[in-house]
């Protein structure tokens, strides 16, 4: 690969991702290689980093080469992509904020899944290659090419490829039919003309309806707040609506229609309906006018802008409601086209995600543009929104790369900070007369043999300076690129002790590239404990996290067991999943879509935070035990605060057990 040439700015991108202000940034680089990816090579001060005392891994010291991680995979959206919020309305992705509140989805458990209200807890931006995704509607989505929208056959990247060196993704293509209302039930921009006259005379004459039998002007009591404060403001802003009739006193004397009824005209009149006289229930708006007059009004006007309207039984006895046909795709145009003032009638929560009545938005064409542009992300409640019409995936976010000023979602997976100069200071710290040569665990928080080493060769100055300043030392990792160092590794172990770590949560290659985007497959990482022991070199497994209900029967454990003891590891430590905030929400999301009937189970067991119940975490540990021992992988520690001991797998923390601590995931 070509690095040379490819520092950031001097391609015409521009500096906004050099991040000028980091502390010791020596140049930011983009290359080819690593299409969406920043590298941000910083000279560091000190590398040798102290793990708090109140920390339970089994180890004092690590150090970091990298800060970021570009095994994950970013989905983003150009920033002026409409996105439908909770109250039926839409917002450019580029002006959400945390605590937003949006329209997301999750399985009911039959198959079929609802749109419910989900927050926004995460937002980042970043630049991307933008790729045009045109759909048979008129929609035109602009998004990077690993973004994600739901199909009706599942999740599918917007191209081919592979997601971070990862297996072949499901891809975007002519034809490929989306979930979602599509986009005519996106609102649009300015009311049209005649819109605010229509508006106050449905209002007004569904107000009137109601006040009759209670004998009251208008407004009556029926009249909520936020038509209220439309009503003010538009007779305020039109005095000659009050001089046309509109207002008169004691009683209203509503306005008569006009002879031809404009569209403007006839959106609003059956907006001022719906906030007077609309009900909603699990997600379905009903009108119920109360009058056949009223009612017949309204009906004509509905059909007039194109939808096709049943009537009833409504709550009320004797009384007939009026519901639009087409399912909640019908009902959000509705509201598109009639913009009720009234949040509570706009809200779809608890309503079927459906076709719309002319089938599901198509796929025309994917078009690469060939230009960067800068896009946005967001994490919600629910692992996805409503972006244009459609349902599309989000990403989880992390909080381990804030301490930069950089964002924990995008920025952790394409801004990576490059220590270069890690050997160099590491050499430096370990030659103190203050250093007592104690274990030092890498791949503990981000990992040190991703690809990006492949690159950088970080790693062989790291061991060498360890090793001769005759420090013990272990490292964990997801990445094959340990492979490359084999020889060093193994002839380091002749002076200190070198323990190594690979991390294997599970066999299953699907549920695998869903829980860890981006990473080696399983094979590979259990080929590549094979080359460890081969080599001579003790290499101990995190089997984490186990998964409750999906990953740790007791016939899923034998058989994974199974496999890391004939790939030749000499111990294997079993950890149930951790849920840290932003994860949590990101795997619930995705366990709800994937596993509905496991989402209360779930809830449950991690009701007390991150951590499962202790009850839970013994009975996986008195699970594990036995066959930990049939596979020969619960040799003991010679030394559980040094796991770098010979046969030891260093970097494992201590055997479960119904107190210690668990891995997080991701």
């Known amino acids: ?63 970091n080469p990298y800060r970021g991680c570009s095994h994950a995979c970013t989905y983003c959206l150009v920033p002026e992509t409409p996105v439908l919020t909770a109250d039926g309305r839409s917002r450019p992705i580029g002006e959400l904020r945390p605590g937003d509140e949006l329209v997301g989805t999750v399985a009911d458990g039959g198959g079929r899944r609802r749109f419910v209200r989900t927050p926004v807890l995460a937002r980042w931006s970043t630049r991307r290659r933008a790729q045009e995704v045109t759909l048979d509607d008129g929609t035109r989505l602009v998004t990077s090419a690993e973004h994600r929208f739901l199909t009706t056959s599942g999740w599918a990247h917007v191209r081919p490829g592979r997601c971070r060196a990862s297996a072949d993704r499901p891809h975007l293509g002519p034809g490929t039919a989306l979930v979602g209302p599509g986009a005519a039930a996106v609102p649009g921009g300015a009311r049209p003309d005649g819109y605010a006259e229509g508006w106050l005379c449905g209002l007004v004459r569904a107000d009137a309806v109601r006040g009759r039998v209670r004998a009251e002007p208008f407004p009556t009591g029926w009249v909520e707040l ?122 779809v929560g608890g309503a079927r995600v459906e076709e719309p009545p002319g089938g599901a938005p198509r796929v025309v064409a994917v078009r690469d543009t060939g230009t960067l542009r800068p896009m946005v992300d967001i994490t919600t409640g629910t692992g996805d929104f409503v972006a244009a019409g459609v349902v599309s995936h989000n990403c989880f976010a992390r909080n381990t790369h804030t301490y930069l000023d950089l964002d924990a979602g995008a920025d952790f997976d394409s801004q990576i900070v490059v220590k270069v100069n890690v050997a160099r200071v590491l050499e430096r710290e370990l030659a103190r007369p203050s250093w007592r040569r104690e274990h030092v665990a890498m791949g503990t928080n981000t990992d040190p043999y991703q690809r990006a080493e492949g690159r950088y060769r970080l790693m062989p100055g790291v061991i060498t300076a360890l090793a001769r300043s005759g420090t013990p030392f272990s490292v964990l990792t997801k990445g094959t ?89 000499s111990r294997a430590t079993v950890l149930a999943l951790h849920l840290r905030p932003g994860a949590r929400e990101w795997f619930l999301a995705w366990l709800g879509r994937t596993h509905p009937a496991l989402l209360p189970r779930y809830e449950r067991l991690y009701r007390g935070g991150a951590y499962a119940t202790r009850d839970y975490r013994g009975t996986l540990a008195r699970r594990v035990a036995p066959l930990l021992a049939r596979h020969g992988l619960d040799r003991p520690e010679s030394n559980p605060r040094d796991p770098g001991w010979t046969r030891q797998p260093v970097a494992s923390p201590r055997a479960a057990e119904p107190g210690d601590g668990q891995l997080s995931l991701l």
Request: net charge neutral; proline share 8%.
């Open 481 to 569: 690129v340990l492979g490359r160092d084999l020889p060093q590794l193994a002839a380091a172990n002749a002076d200190v002790r070198v323990g190594t770590g690979v991390s294997i949560a599970l066999l299953d290659r699907e549920l695998q590239s869903h829980l860890e985007p981006g990473t080696p497959s399983p094979r590979a990482r259990l080929d590549l404990v094979r080359r460890i022991t081969d080599a001579g070199l003790p290499c101990g497994v995190m089997v984490a996290p186990v998964l409750p209900w999906l990953t740790d029967s007791t016939e899923a454990l034998d058989a994974l067991l199974a496999e890391i003891a004939a790939a030749g590891a």
């Open 226 to 347: 936020e038509a209220l404060a439309r009503a003010h403001h538009l007779l305020t802003a039109r005095p000659a609506l009050v001089a046309a009739g509109m207002l008169a006193a004691p009683a209203p004397s509503p306005a008569a229609w006009p002879q031809r009824p404009a569209r403007g005209w006839t959106a609003g009149f059956v907006g001022g309906i719906v906030d007077a006289c609309g009900e909603v229930s699990a997600g379905v708006l009903r009108i119920v006018p109360g009058d056949e007059e009223l009612a017949r009004a309204c009906v004509d006007a509905l059909r007039r802008l194109g939808f096709r309207v049943a009537s009833e039984p409504s709550a009320r006895p004797g009384v007939r409601a009026l519901r639009v046909l087409g399912g909640v795709a019908e009902q959000l145009r509705l509201v598109a086209v009639t913009d009720p003032a009234v949040a509570r009638v706009r809200d």
């Open 1 to 63: 690969m070509r690095w040379n040439g490819q520092q950031v700015g001097a391609d015409g991108v521009g500096n906004a991702t050099a991040l000028p202000g980091m502390r010791g940034l020596l140049r930011s680089v983009r290359t080819p290689g690593f299409a969406d990816t920043v590298f941000h090579e910083v000279e560091a001060r000190s590398v040798l980093n102290r793990v708090p005392s109140s920390s339970p891994v089994p180890f004092g010291w690590t150090v």
